[in-house]
């Protein structure tokens, strides 16, 4: 959708390791989301993007950091990963005044 | 904060019947509200936006009315079918276009 490509689309890795999410974009879109999704929470905004180098937290941005030195990309990190957040990973796009479109999602185990 | 809540949060009909799926929220400074559906495992897609200046939208077999005053927003599917079953998401878009999810509905339309 709106050419939003995720990656990796499935991670599992451990307790107290670096993950690094990618998120690309084809449509040349200034607005770019982080979001996770959990049962019981729904979708939550963890950081977005309103421009290169230009970024603000969302409602659950406590251990994650975001990167945006390219239109097209949107990096979050989660500088040592904690089983609490094992969740699904949503980035999505816009622009001004358009709707929010989804990529695929990427599912994220921390054991 | 933006509080939205979509009733019922699960329904299951016949195929044929014509469903309104309903969306509150608590803050009616919105600039617009989206419309979603996701099916299982995968992102959510984009249904209808419709903007704080419009009382309808219309897509297909999609009807989406919104009354900006009282915080509401309907979603109407007409002559439902088995594709339609899913998990339709109400999100309004306050300042600094971010929106603010509700914890869906989940559709099961039996054939």
């Known amino acids: 959708d709106a050419g939003i490509t995720q990656s990796p689309r499935h991670k599992v890795t451990e307790t107290g390791t670096p993950v690094t999410l990618r998120c690309h974009q084809t449509?040349?879109?200034?607005?770019m989301y982080w979001y996770r999704q959990d049962p019981g929470h729904g979708l939550r905004l963890i950081h977005y993007s309103y421009g290169v180098k230009d970024t603000d937290k969302g409602e659950v941005s406590d251990g994650y950091s975001v990167s945006r030195s390219k239109t097209e990309d949107f990096l979050l990190t989660l500088e040592s990963a904690t089983s609490s957040q094992t969740s699904v990973y949503f980035c999505?796009?816009?622009?001004?005044?358009?709707?929010?479109?989804f990529g695929d999602g990427t599912r994220l185990s921390i054991l | 904060k933006q509080e939205v809540t979509q009733i019922p949060a699960a329904l299951s009909v016949p195929e044929g019947e014509n469903l309104v799926l309903n969306c509150s929220f608590t803050d009616s400074a919105i600039y617009n509200l989206q419309w979603f559906r996701q099916d299982p495992g995968k992102g959510l897609t984009s249904l209808l936006l419709i903007q704080s200046s419009q009382r309808e939208q219309t897509s297909g077999r999609l009807n989406a009315s919104l009354d900006k005053s009282s915080g509401r927003s309907t979603l109407y599917i007409a002559a439902s079918q088995p594709g339609d079953s899913a998990t339709y998401l109400c999100?309004?878009?306050?300042?600094?276009?971010?929106?603010?999810f509700g914890g869906g509905t989940r559709l099961m339309v039996k054939p």
């Open positions: 449509e040349n879109h200034r607005y």
């Open positions: 999100a309004p878009n306050n300042a600094g276009n971010m929106l603010t």
């Open positions: 999505a796009t816009k622009d001004r005044d358009q709707p929010q479109h």
